[in-house]
């Protein structure tokens, strides 16, 4: 399979602990695209990387929440010490350079958090 | 401040016909669109794209319209199909920063037989 791989598929945390989200890309992709989806919206954009470097992040909150995309191994979203509200759906995208035929999406990591 | 809506959360058609679903934009510097479409649990799926140099881009069933002076587009499905029932999102990028799309809510397409 040659998509994007999200895992876990179900995340399920108590408030005050951490939530890790990991993404693989589509291999030869060089950009990575995280989107959380709250219920009963759509999809906000988070931030945007490429290999080692994070070239948007103008919609990731300014606390707790910190994305990376190694120069090896999958993107990782951490959620330091999660709310209620951090329950949604998140998802991962990626793209090669050029935008013509748009991302493709991973399957979601859903986060509930009790 | 959303810079891409879609205003109409849900549409019914029946089956055979025509289904449009609309977008609104407000950034003049989206340049260019994309149609996505998402069945619950998974993740949205590429469906159409159009670049603001043209004003009609044509896939099988699915054509897409941009009409740039009032930063409109629209995603046409004809004949529409049960399967075709999904949340289609509508999305929009600019050249100065081309890999970030901003998204709609999306419009829930109901296509009954």
């Known amino acids: 399979n040659a998509g994007v791989m999200q895992n876990p598929r179900h995340l399920v945390r108590r408030r005050g602990q951490e939530a890790r989200l990991r993404c693989s890309p589509v291999k030869g992709h060089s950009h990575v695209y995280w989107y959380r989806q709250l219920p009963e919206e759509g999809l906000k954009f988070m931030v945007y990387?490429?290999?080692?470097?994070?070239?948007?992040e103008s919609g990731m909150p300014k606390e707790r929440f910190s994305a990376e995309f190694p120069k090896e191994g999958p993107s990782i979203l951490r959620i330091q010490q999660v709310v209620r509200g951090d329950s949604a759906a998140y998802f991962c995208a990626s793209s090669p350079l050029d935008r013509v035929n748009g991302y493709t999406f991973g399957s979601g990591t859903r986060l509930t958090v009790v | 401040d959303q810079q891409v809506k879609q205003n109409s959360p849900s549409l019914s058609v029946q089956e055979g016909r025509i289904s449009i679903l609309n977008c609104d934009y407000t950034?003049?510097?989206?340049?260019?669109f994309l149609w996505y479409k998402k069945y619950p649990a998974e993740g949205p799926t590429f469906l159409i794209s159009i670049s603001s140099i043209k004003d009609k881009n044509e896939d099988g069933r699915f054509t897409v319209f941009l009409n740039k002076s009032a930063k409109h587009l629209s995603l046409h499905i004809v004949p529409s199909q049960p399967g075709d029932s999904a949340v289609y999102f509508c999305a929009a990028s600019a050249r100065t920063n081309a890999g970030k799309s901003t998204f709609g809510d999306g419009t829930t397409l109901t296509v009954k037989p």
């Open positions: 990387l490429q290999k080692e470097n994070i070239i948007d």
């Open positions: 950034n003049s510097m989206f340049d260019y």
